[in-house]
């Protein structure tokens, strides 16, 4: 049993949001929460806000699932529209500053599975270097 919430137009970029994103990733929902309320950057709020919206959801279902088995299975970023703005420069030149905005998603999840992987995909790992004598 999945449940999903989404995020949109949150006043951050989303290179800095993945930062915290990956924090949580593939965690269970309770030690998610502790992350994102001890991480100090300015999205861990609106995420841990987030990830408490996908847990309520999940409750809102008619099988739902015990809150304590909940895994953060999938938890991404896009980006979204960027606002642009012009900002006065020396010698009557002007900068143009563009503040980015994400959306962003949370699956969560009873079932633990391979954490954000896709159909049929497989990891391959590459041989290990041997200790040179």
């Known amino acids: 049993m999945e449940a999903t919430a989404t995020l949109k137009y949150l006043k951050a970029s989303p290179q800095k949001v993945r930062l915290i994103v990956d924090l949580v990733r593939g965690k269970k929902v309770e030690e998610a929460l502790h992350i994102l309320r ?18 309520a959801n999940a409750e809102q279902k008619e099988n739902a699932p015990d809150v304590d088995e909940l895994v953060v299975s999938k938890i991404y970023v896009n980006e979204g529209p960027r606002e642009k703005r012009v900002q006065p420069a020396p010698m009557g030149r002007a900068y143009r500053i563009q503040k980015r905005k994400s ?11 391979a954490v954000n992987a896709r159909s049929g995909e497989t990891k391959k790992t590459a041989p290990r270097a041997r200790a040179r004598k």
């Open 103 to 113: 959306h962003v998603t949370v699956h969560v999840s009873d079932e633990v599975k």
């Open 38 to 55: 001890f991480t100090r950057k300015s999205a861990a709020k609106d995420l841990e806000k987030l990830v408490r919206s996908a847990v």
